[in-house]
């Protein structure tokens, strides 16, 4: 199973990104997806997540407004757009797959066993 995150870059405040992530090797349909992110001298942070059948989605209170995750399961993909961002957005941002994943539990680092590599995101103020 591999995911491939790609996306990231150099905005200044106030403006936008699309973060992609791309499976290979699993049933995507059949997976939760989630992101998340982690910057220095902070703990992982959950960001957002789709359920495995789509119909629900959930976001950290930081992001909620601004951040969309969707997800196209022909294409193996799930995307997470990222609007009016901050410079406290600044982290390596990570996707992450978890089996039959739905609930509050998609909404922790430990339900997901698989892990993209990141992509990194710099906001400047």
């Known amino acids: 199973v591999q995911l491939q995150a790609s996306g990231g870059g150099l905005v200044q405040a106030g403006g936008s990104l699309r973060l992609s992530c791309v499976a290979s090797g699993l049933t995507f349909s059949n997976y939760a997806v989630g992101w998340f992110r982690h910057s220095p001298g902070k703990e992982r942070e959950f960001v957002a997540a789709s359920s495995w059948s789509g119909d629900s989605t959930y976001y950290a209170d930081s992001v909620k407004g601004r951040f969309t995750i969707s997800r196209v399961d022909a294409e193996n993909t799930v995307y997470l757009r990222l609007n009016s961002l901050k410079p406290e957005d600044t982290a390596v941002y990570y996707c992450?797959?978890?089996?039959?994943?739905?609930?509050?539990?998609?909404?922790?680092?430990?339900?997901?066993?698989?892990w993209g590599q990141g992509t990194l995101v710099t906001v400047s103020s």
């Open positions: 992450a797959a978890a089996l039959l994943g739905r609930g509050p539990d998609i909404l922790t680092a430990p339900k997901y066993r698989h």
